[in-house]
């Protein structure tokens, strides 16, 4: 999909923004179970830097955002005794909340992020320095 909208970006000649989302599974090791998942994101993350650096020429910023334990739709039902001990592993000690991701996206879509390109953006309370 990304290649399809870009091509068309780049036909266009305005250049334009990109922002993928990913996970912060991508830079963590020590995920069990969740090895092709975390092997997923983190080449993503390698995507959304190799698409960065071949789409820059034609003004076109590609970056994304790898958020951890986040309250939403997948984390409404869980129980609350889970959600406690998730939080004791995550350094700021709380899921973070879905504006909090949407602003840091409303920041990259908008021209102060000119300099920006080719980063990946974690937001997850520290937990994947932990891992």
């Known amino acids: 999909m990304c290649y399809l909208v870009c091509k068309h970006m780049r036909d266009a000649g305005k250049g334009g923004r990109v922002i993928n989302i990913t996970s912060n599974a991508g830079e963590i090791v020590n995920a069990p179970f969740l090895t092709a998942y975390a092997t997923a994101k983190a080449g993503f993350n390698h995507f959304t830097k190799c698409l960065a650096a071949e789409l820059a020429p034609f003004k076109i910023r590609v970056n994304a955002i790898a958020p951890g334990f986040t309250h939403s ?59």
């Open 73 to 131: 739709n997948f984390a409404k039902d869980a129980p609350p005794e889970a959600i406690k001990a998730l939080c004791e592993n995550i350094p700021i000690g709380r899921f973070a909340d879905a504006i909090e991701i949407g602003i840091l996206a409303a920041y990259l879509a908008s021209d102060a992020a000119d300099i920006v390109t080719g980063a990946v953006f974690t937001a997850d309370g520290g937990y994947a320095l932990q891992h």
